[in-house]
């Protein structure tokens, strides 16, 4: 099991940015994907991003593909969620979550660990 801790989340005005931050322990962190989720009131958790291992793939829904970059640092323990851009709709608890493997494999299945969200508002 790995332990999460995001951080970052925040009220922002349309067309805004945040950045999330995400630590991870535990685990050895460079053995894993990572990925991001988000849970909007009366919806059902939907895929963000994730990226590889090594961050040298990375995967985006389409509704933030070009808004939203997710990257790590393996030195830090850390994945990073830069939110730019954002909308009224991207308001939501987002969480980080671990993968049990290295690349991300198209389902949310596979990740292994979450951690308690943090609050994302975006004020029109």
């Known amino acids: 099991q790995v332990q999460l801790v995001e951080s970052g989340g925040g009220l922002v005005q349309a067309g805004g940015s945040l950045r999330l931050s995400c630590v991870a322990s535990?685990?050895?962190?460079?053995?894993?994907?990572m990925g991001w989720f988000r849970q909007a009131p009366g919806k059902e958790r939907e895929f963000v991003a994730a990226?590889?291992?090594?961050?040298?793939?990375?995967y985006y829904a389409d509704s933030v593909k070009g808004r939203f970059t997710i990257s790590r640092d393996n030195a830090k323990n850390t994945v990073y969620l830069q939110m730019n851009s954002l909308k009224p709709e991207d308001t939501a608890v987002y969480y980080c979550?671990?993968?049990?493997?290295?690349?991300?494999?198209?389902?949310?299945?596979?990740?292994?660990?979450w951690g308690q969200g943090t609050q994302v508002t975006v004020s029109s």
């Open positions: 979550a671990a993968d049990s493997a290295p690349y991300y494999s198209g389902s949310p299945v596979g990740f292994d660990s």
């Open positions: 535990g685990r050895t962190f460079s053995n894993y994907g």
């Open positions: 990226i590889s291992w090594s961050g040298g793939s990375t």
